[in-house]
């Protein structure tokens, strides 16, 4: 009987952990639906002002405000890893932790690399990897809103322009739909020029009122804290559809294996009694001789 005892624990266990991992799957789908709406519509508007951001700033030099976007040579890199501050999100957090690890060994080696972590997960990783975490910032999904995120960017763009940083890249993922999620690198200081291709050669041509030089300098600092924000609304949007697919997953492994646990159960019960049987039948035969 201690084998159907083991066996009774274990159907408990897994049973127990069904629960768990159905009811964490039905809260990230809860949270992904709003995270969902707030990317989506986020997206048209910060695309748009970051075209206009490229644009603008490949016609102004450094006198007129384009300091963002201006080009030197790069001896200590800024990179902004945005994950998640909980697990149980399948390569989620792994996966901007490799992407992070693959630039630096094939574009910034030999480079001053600083992190700027939001998220807990990416901060714990690359610290044991031994580079230098210089800030962290768990806290913003608590109340995720622009204006948390804003202080962030003004402080990143204060370290560039001070030349504490001379390039800046944001590693997150970005949101596809609810069961895939793409790792993103992007590059966010100096501001990159527009990109065209061949055949599609232009570069959108403004009126400025009231002048370049005003609208430049209050363009480009709202246009990047827009796209850090974009960035991790993305990415909250992405952990919890990695979350959801993963609990999901998990719910049916653990519905698999209680169905296999039963059937041992059954099986070792049945022969139990069929011994049982045996040994009673045995004993009367035993009398009766």
Do not use: W
């Not at 939001?118 to 809103?145: C, M, P, Q, W, Y």
Request: with cysteine.
């Amino acid at each position: 009987m201690g084998g159907l005892k083991e066996v009774r624990e274990r159907i408990t266990s897994v049973s127990s952990t069904r629960q768990i991992t159905s009811a964490m799957k039905m809260v990230s789908a809860a949270k992904l639906r709003r995270a969902q709406d707030a990317v989506t519509r986020m997206r048209p508007y910060a695309s748009k002002l970051k075209e206009i951001l490229e644009n603008v700033s490949s016609t102004v030099d450094a006198s007129d405000g384009g300091v963002y976007a201006s080009e030197r040579e790069v001896k200590t890199v800024l990179i902004v890893a945005v994950s998640s501050n909980r697990g149980l999100c399948g390569g989620f957090n792994a996966n901007v932790s490799k992407a992070i690890l693959k630039a630096i060994d094939e574009d910034f080696a030999g480079k001053d690399i600083k992190v700027l972590a939001i998220g807990k997960k990416s901060a714990e990783f690359l610290t044991r990897r031994g580079l230098e975490v210089i800030e962290t910032h768990n806290d913003v999904f608590d109340a995720l809103n622009f204006e948390v995120i804003a202080p962030i960017a003004e402080g990143i763009m204060k370290g560039f322009v001070d030349g504490t940083y001379d390039r800046v890249e944001i590693f997150y993922n970005e949101f596809i739909n609810a069961a895939s999620q793409t790792t993103v690198r992007e590059q966010f200081l100096p501001v990159a020029p527009p990109q065209h291709s061949s055949d599609s050669k232009r570069t959108t041509d403004y009126i400025f009122e009231p002048s370049k030089t005003e609208i430049v300098l209050d363009l480009i600092p709202r246009s990047l804290k827009t796209q850090l924000y974009k960035s991790v609304l993305d990415s909250l949007a992405s952990e919890h559809g990695a979350r959801m697919t993963a609990m999901h997953k998990a719910t049916d492994n653990a519905t698999e294996m209680l169905k296999q646990l039963k059937l041992t159960y059954n099986k070792a019960r049945q022969a139990s009694i069929t011994n049982e049987i045996l040994e009673i039948v045995g004993g009367a035969a035993a009398l009766e001789g």
